[in-house]
């Protein structure tokens, strides 16, 4: 369990003894040393920096011999462990190598894609699903491998499910059981509403009234609503697309037809007609025709419009037309062929790299390890959603005796709810200060939630010694302490985190810790822009208070951003606020220069200066060269709108000097983020 979770813990009080292993890796190391087998580990890390460097310096650290004695006092299971507390990212192929030694390479290697098979497994009672995932489509092997069996286009009908295309599926089925024809159903993950009906059809199917012929296509990405009973009793498929640039271009051109001819010339006469209005090639029009008509529908974020565009526009560029093999990356390695045959294409396809760098797409080598990152975790997710997390495992302590200790650890550490009325007894609402009412709204939904973390733990430990039923709730929480994750009925009423439970504690406490020195000792000089709950509010009151200052509407006031080198400030600035607690992730902020630059490898977020946030009217920004960095509040990147009209996780773009064009930064994926995901 420990390598699933890291185990859990709220304070370590041994200090990192390096500069190079970040915090969360030394919490976990120094839990880890708890464990029996590994007793004097931390010991031994604190006396052996410069050992266990060159392991987290490696390539290949899952390779990497560990320092002794513990290369050969731990088994291979326990060096995994040793290796997710070193270097998380390459956890991946260190299970490989694992999988390899315990059971063959086999295990490791994924089954080619076969359709006839699966077919095969089926009959007209039994439902064949594709479970997709990003970038596969099996729609296209789907369709011919029905021509091949004689169910063509009159004896196959595929329907993509959606608003009101219920009753339409359950017409094509009815039919399909009497006449024996295919039913292809797309895309159930969208049609929440019509699963249950779903389920009844495929309960009722019986031998003897459904046609022999008649097979229930379906493809779904994995969705909570989907029916268990419908999964359980069905011939699953994936097929995963292969990894690398190489790879998938090499797919795309053995697709089988690569494009349909027909609709290829139905969109090339009128594209034709249009190019012939003019005697030069409209980039500007194409890249609209591109970005904004096909693909703007489904790209609806706008940050996400602007990083698509910039892509594109690397490819809809004057040079690529006129500069011959127009390399697309420094190395020069990937370029634009002048080829016309497929064969050629084929062959310069194939002389590419098996491993895509980074810097092929304009981002930083560290995106490698960020991307590595994110595998493992979704590994250890999917594992962990596999196990019984009241299993003991090889700690010590009985799960009971772990989350009973972890509830009174918080629970002593939680200090009473906000008074209310005395805050907006000494900052009463006033016009030239709308600061007031920030503090006492944000305290009020901070009040809401250490309400209902201190009520929860507090039931567990009752639930734990039997005083109350342990329900569905209670248990989730028991659950979530137990794997080191954030409780669903906190986050419920929580501002967005994907912290491991004991920093988001941690961090919960320094946001009330930050409020209540407000309090105490009156509005701060600088402010902790990450500690608010909701910092769109923070964010008006800093212009509403400029806007009744000068008289001017608000709607037609900015931000204007001024990174400051000094730290302390003795009192606020006249105009405006002075915040800090940013993260920058995709680049770093150069103090020398006073701009945005590249990232050090291996560092994968910087911490922000002070910035001034000065308002100003719109009309008097002055244009400099910068790059419009969005403000986000977890490294997740996305949210929704919420009933106030903001994004529950996107804060603010700010603008950040630089000598780049802004296309770098797009490339890069730079934004700033109010915290990180440790």
């Excluded at 498929?237 to 037809?257: A, Q």
């Excluded at 100003?616 to 490294?635: F, G």
């Amino acid at each position: 369990m420990f390598l699933l979770t890291g185990g859990v813990g709220l304070d370590n009080p041994n200090p990192n003894p390096t500069d190079w292993l970040v915090g969360k890796c030394w919490d976990e190391l120094c839990r880890l040393n708890d464990l029996p087998n590994f007793a004097g580990l931390m010991d031994h890390f604190k006396k052996n920096t410069a050992e266990w460097k060159k392991m987290f310096d490696s390539s290949e650290p899952q390779n990497h011999r560990l320092p002794a004695p513990w290369d050969t006092k731990l088994n291979l299971i326990q060096k995994l462990v040793v290796l997710r507390c070193i270097r998380f990212d390459k956890i991946v192929p260190g299970v490989q190598n694992f999988v390899t030694d315990m059971l063959g390479k086999k295990y490791i290697e994924p089954p080619p894609f076969d359709l006839p098979s699966s077919f095969a497994d089926s009959h007209c009672c039994i439902p064949l699903i594709f479970v997709l995932t990003p970038g596969a489509d099996p729609t296209a092997v789907l369709l011919k491998f029905a021509d091949d069996q004689g169910f063509g286009a009159a004896r196959l009908f595929s329907l993509s499910l959606g608003q009101g295309q219920g009753p339409i599926a359950i017409r094509l089925i009815d039919e399909g059981v009497k006449n024996g024809t295919w039913v292809v159903l797309q895309n159930c993950h969208l049609a929440k509403s019509f699963m249950p009906s779903l389920e009844r059809i495929c309960e009722n199917l019986t031998p003897d009234s459904t046609h022999p012929d008649f097979r229930l296509w379906l493809t779904s990405y994995p969705a909570d609503h989907f029916p268990v009973l419908v999964l359980q009793n069905s011939v699953k498929m994936t097929n995963e697309p292969p990894k690398g640039l190489k790879n998938n271009i090499i797919r795309s051109y053995l697709s089988d037809p690569i494009s349909d001819l027909e609709w290829f010339e139905n969109c090339k006469q009128p594209l034709q007609m249009f190019l012939n209005d003019y005697e030069d090639i409209q980039y500007d029009a194409l890249l609209y025709l591109t970005g904004e008509c096909n693909y703007g529908g489904r790209v609806t974020d706008d940050w996400d419009r602007r990083c698509l565009g910039t892509i594109l526009a690397k490819f809809y560029c004057r040079e690529l037309v006129e500069i011959p093999e127009f390399p697309f990356d420094p190395s020069g390695k990937y370029f634009c062929p002048d080829k016309t045959e497929y064969d050629e294409f084929m062959t310069y396809t194939r002389s590419l790299p098996l491993i895509t760098n980074p810097e092929v797409f304009g981002m930083h080598e560290n995106a490698d390890i960020m991307k590595d990152q994110q595998e493992t975790s979704l590994l250890f997710t999917s594992t962990l959603l596999t196990q019984d997390a009241m299993s003991s495992g090889s700690s010590a302590k009985s799960p009971d005796e772990v989350v009973n200790d972890v509830a009174e650890d918080i629970l002593c550490r939680l200090p009473p709810n906000f008074d209310r009325d005395a805050a907006n007894e000494k900052f009463p609402v006033t016009y030239s200060q709308s600061m007031n009412t920030v503090l006492v709204q944000e305290m009020t939904r901070f009040n809401l939630l250490l309400t209902t973390i201190r009520t929860s733990l507090k039931n567990v430990q009752k639930a734990i010694k039997g005083q109350i039923v342990m329900s569905v709730d209670l248990e989730q929480v028991v659950t979530n302490m137990l794997t080191g994750k954030i409780p669903g009925m906190w986050m419920k009423k929580s501002y967005p985190s994907l912290k491991p439970l004991g920093s988001y504690v941690n961090d919960f406490l320094a946001r009330l810790s930050f409020l209540q020195k407000w309090m105490d000792e009156g509005a701060p000089t600088t402010f902790w822009i990450s500690g608010f709950f909701f910092t769109q509010a923070f964010l008006t009151g800093a212009q509403q208070n400029y806007a009744r200052k000068y008289t001017i509407p608000i709607d037609l006031l900015s931000f204007d951003y001024e990174v400051l080198k000094g730290t302390q400030f003795p009192e606020a600035p006249a105009d405006g606020v002075y915040v800090y607690g940013l993260f920058l992730d995709g680049a770093r902020w150069n103090m020398s220069i006073m701009e945005l630059d590249e990232s050090y490898p291996k560092v994968l977020y910087d911490t922000v200066p002070y910035i001034w946030l000065k308002p100003l009217k719109r009309s008097d920004l002055q244009e400099k060269p910068t790059y419009r960095c969005p403000v986000y509040k977890t490294s997740e990147r996305r949210g929704v709108l919420s009933t106030t009209g903001h994004s529950t996780n996107f804060v603010i773009a700010m603008l950040l000097p630089s000598r780049q064009p802004q296309s770098h930064w797009i490339m890069r994926g730079v934004a700033m983020l109010c915290q990180l995901s440790q």
